[in-house]
């Protein structure tokens, strides 16, 4: 059943995300924001962490994951170190998101060459 929820909402948020792409002239890079910038105010409200409850990584692997991730690192880090944990909780959370994407993004650089578009 865990499973299920999980590719529910994971395959929700996926589909909300391709209607924008198809039916509105917002580019994927506002779409990609918007849904860290949706996933850090529902946090806030206190409806993401039910939602994460629920669905698991469905909801923890999309970029409204990202954003989930996000404010709870200043959350905790505000709790730990006060006013300092808003500008360090964040990145302090998600460091290893972050550099997996960058490592990432170096070796697919090293292996592949761009080419020219025709």
Known sequence: MDY?????VGGLLCLIGQILIDKTKLTPAR???????CGVLLT????????????G???TVP???FGYCLANGVKEAIDKDGFLGIFTGGLK???GGITAAIISGLIVSL??????KA
């Open 31 to 37: 779409i990609l924001v918007s849904y860290v910038v």
């Open 63 to 65: 970029l409204t994951g």
């Open 93 to 95: 959370a998600t460091a």
């Open 44 to 55: 806030a409200l206190e409806v993401y962490p039910c939602l994460v409850n629920f669905a």
């Open 4 to 8: 299920l929820k999980a590719f529910l």
């Open 57 to 59: 990584a469905g909801a």
């Open 111 to 116: 292996i592949f060459r761009p080419k020219d």
